[in-house]
């Protein structure tokens, strides 16, 4: 849905990552966001809009979201098939999936992710490099392992289902099981809200306080 | 909301020479003031307006349709009604009617003139679906002198938008961002209610309590503005109690709390949407705290203002809400001992998130639930009431019950007051009662 809040901002670049998923690089106008928040986007006059985390770190000079296509979805495939200097309608930023600078300096972080649900971690690591995190993404092909290689050394952990390619064998709820994480880490999940719901009570049963976890489902 | 939008288009209405009848047959000029919130709520505007068009063949009849409205619904609805427009182009009503003539409207009319008006419209419209504007003349809207309704209870927004974007709801696309009224406007409209004695003042918004955070610091945040409230309060010396809905409780601050406790005519009744008691249904429901920030909360409130009711909203049925879940909710029900809950069942609104998802608690399901969560809040609710007897409250008398021989009234908590008396003298003022029944939703006592 579009509101007169939606501004045009014009395309830049399509890239593939999969046969399933790619970035939108789109001009940045000025707009001024924090790391982790989302925008609400579509294509210009189209009154469905959807939601995407936004990819890119704050201090780069164009705005980047991550789509997975959805087969029977009514914005991806159209977003899909933009083209340099096609016109995006942008409504944002908005959320509250962020870290303040007086937490990311005293606080150890675990992002949990889920396929596409990387997207706001992608942006939170770029943005803050000093911060102390590990980032675990569960997958299922290690193809879907997006540009993993912007991360430093370490601190990325695939989490493949489909074969051993991975870092971890298994789902990120099987990696957690396994890597208990310190009880005053500040957990970060974003994606599905199936993952979310079972790495929620792994950590819980694990000592964590609910006040130390933070969710974004994508839906 | 619908209150305050309704007292502010009254006015507009009237100085246009129109005058309000309650026979909706003799109107002339009809118009609705949608309502997004649920599905129902906009079948009941198309089965209306459909009566209304059949009316034309007849009588000439104008029609109008504004209030919180999707964009996919609006376009639809500009077929229909003569006239459609966001609450915020108020002021522009008496223009847009003069496009068809007050006199003759134009569904008997017909010239070339108005047809092509409302053509352009519809295609502008159309045109636009992608950027409806929904704010733009906010500011006009809130400049429109209110007729209120009542001479002592009066509605007053400060906020409109919300930017929180709950899962279940439509607003963020009805209502646009959130856009905070100047603060001089409110104190001013604060003190002109204060000056003509009214005894309950609501201030309004989507998220009254994240006032003043779209202005980037040029704009008092809303405990400021409770404060200058409560200020207003103390120099008149007068009993009044000031109110407002609906506040989000993420923004929900102890500073809030603590000006409430601090200033007698600040309302020591608040009305918070817990939605749900559980961090999951939470999380699905994109609300952004947990059952334990919100306890936080409730703990701070009992610390700070023990003698405070507490309201709230709760949605049963949710998408995906298992049995698990829905028992978590009884037991904050339990926990935070609510004096009132507003329970819905939850129902699909078009253009929400939770409207791609599968509806998938069956209606029995929804219904048995909200039965069973309504029966704990009638245990909750009275066993608060029962601590109300043998004690004496000050009660705004309302009006007067259906059977004549009693008055109604409220707490400054609230809570429902039946009072034998006849005395229409007595209504609009605050009156000692002192509390001798307790029933499940209200109590009843004599006037002292």
């Known amino acids: 849905m579009a509101t007169d809040y939606h501004k045009t901002h014009r395309v830049e670049e399509v890239k593939d990552l999969t046969p399933s998923a790619y970035i939108v690089r789109f001009q940045k106008n000025g707009m001024q966001f924090q790391a982790g928040q989302n925008l609400n986007l579509g294509l210009k006059g189209d009154t469905e809009k959807r939601d995407y985390s936004i990819y890119s770190p704050e201090q780069n000079e164009f705005l980047e979201v991550l789509i997975k296509e959805i087969t029977t979805g009514l914005v991806s495939k159209k977003l899909r098939r933009l083209q340099e200097g096609d016109e995006l309608e942008v409504d944002g930023p908005f959320g509250f999936f962020t870290i303040s600078g007086e937490s990311r300096k005293k606080n150890k972080f675990l992002f949990i992710a889920s396929g596409s649900g990387i997207a706001p971690f992608h942006s939170l690591a770029l943005s803050y490099p000093e911060m102390d995190y590990q980032l675990i993404h569960g997958i299922r092909n290690s193809d879907e392992a997006y540009e993993r290689k912007h991360y430093a050394n370490g601190k990325y952990i695939s989490c493949v289902t489909a074969d051993k390619s991975g870092d971890f064998h298994g789902r990120v709820t099987d990696y957690l099981k396994q890597n208990p994480p310190d009880k005053d880490t500040l957990c970060y999940l974003c994606g599905n809200v199936n993952m979310i719901y079972d790495a929620f009570d792994i950590l819980k049963e694990q000592g964590l306080p609910s006040s130390n976890l933070f969710a974004e489902v994508y839906f | 909301m619908n209150m305050s939008d309704s007292e502010r288009t009254r006015p507009v209405i009237e100085r246009m020479g129109y005058s309000w009848t309650d026979n909706e047959e003799e109107a002339d000029l009809l118009g609705v003031l949608a309502c997004s919130v649920r599905q129902k709520a906009i079948d009941k505007v198309y089965s209306r307006i459909h009566k209304w068009n059949k009316r034309k063949d007849r009588q000439n009849l104008l029609t109008f349709l504004t209030g919180c409205i999707l964009p996919a619904d609006k376009v639809k609805f500009m077929k229909l009604f003569d006239i459609v427009f966001p609450m915020s ?360």
Request: aromatic fraction near 10%.
């Open chain 2, 89 to 448: 182009e108020l002021q522009q009503l008496p223009e847009m009617i003069s496009q068809y003539g007050i006199v003759t409207p134009v569904s008997l009319q017909q010239s070339q003139e108005n047809i092509d008006y409302r053509n352009d419209r519809l295609k502008d419209l159309k045109q636009k679906a992608g950027s409806l504007k929904l704010n733009e003349h906010i500011f006009d809207f809130w400049h429109v002198d209110p007729e209120y309704t009542s001479h002592f209870e009066a509605f007053v927004p400060i906020q409109n938008g919300c930017d929180k974007f709950c899962t279940f709801c439509a607003v963020p696309y009805t209502r646009g961002r959130e856009v905070s009224r100047p603060s001089k406007e409110i104190l001013d409209e604060v003190q002109s209610l204060i000056d003509r004695d009214f005894k309950s003042i609501t201030l309004l918004g989507q998220n009254v309590n994240s006032y003043g955070l779209d202005k980037n610091g040029d704009e008092i945040g809303f405990p400021e503005l409770l404060e200058k409230i409560g200020k207003l309060g103390n120099k008149s010396g007068k009993e009044f109690w000031v109110y407002f809905t609906s506040p989000h409780p993420r923004d929900m601050t102890d500073e809030v709390i603590e000006v409430i406790a601090q200033y007698p005519n600040l309302a020591k009744q608040i009305h918070i949407p817990v939605q749900a008691g559980d961090d999951k249904m939470l999380i699905r429901m994109n609300r952004k705290y947990s059952v334990d920030d919100f306890r936080k909360i409730i703990k701070t409130i009992r610390e700070l203002i023990p003698e405070a009711t507490i309201f709230t909203d709760i949605i049963v049925g949710f998408t995906g809400e298992t049995d698990e879940q829905f028992e978590n909710t009884r037991k904050i029900m339990h926990e935070f001992e609510f004096n009132m809950a507003y329970i819905a069942q939850y129902s699909v609104r078009p253009g929400a998130v939770s409207s791609r998802w599968e509806d998938d608690v069956p209606v029995k399901t929804k219904k048995q639930r909200f039965h069973k969560l309504t029966e704990d809040l009638t245990r909750v609710s009275h066993e608060q009431n029962k601590k109300m007897l043998g004690k004496t409250y000050r009660v705004l008398i309302r009006g007067k019950e259906r059977n004549q021989k009693y008055l109604a009234g409220l707490t400054e908590g609230k809570i429902n007051v039946r009072v034998p008396s006849a005395d229409d003298s007595l209504i609009g003022k605050i009156v000692d009662v002192k509390i001798n029944i307790a029933t499940e939703f209200s109590v009843a006592g004599e006037i002292v």
